[in-house]
């Protein structure tokens, strides 16, 4: 799935770039470095934020099986709040996309 859904379609959106010169325009000196900046803090601040959520994501599943402590239970709780979010998110996208009071109704 990672490969038909991510990878092709990441890989044909850059062979096709190169191909009719797109990628290359994008970096040109016109854009007075704005493209290569955009593209080093994007890759920057995802290196950043997997890293940081890789340690806390250890560190609390190490705290939760190894230690019991007051409220164990409420924090393990909320700790599965993100599993839920982006399915809840989506929801409420597509029901303010094409809702009663939507856009595009």
Do not use: N
Not at 16 to 28: A, N, P, Q, V, Y
Not at 30 to 55: H, M, Y
């Amino acid at each position: 799935m990672l490969v038909g859904y991510v990878l092709l379609p990441a890989w044909e959106t850059v062979r096709l770039s190169i191909e009719d010169g797109t990628l290359w325009r994008l970096f040109e000196d016109g854009t007075s470095g704005a493209a290569w900046r955009g593209l080093v803090t994007s890759v920057g601040v995802s290196l950043v934020s997997v890293l940081l959520s890789g340690i806390l994501g250890t560190s609390l599943a190490f705290a939760f099986y190894r230690f019991d402590f007051p409220m164990r239970r409420l924090l393990g709780t909320a700790a599965l709040v993100p599993l839920a979010l982006p399915p809840l998110v989506g929801v409420l996208a597509f029901l303010f996309l094409y809702g009663e009071s939507g856009i595009l109704p």
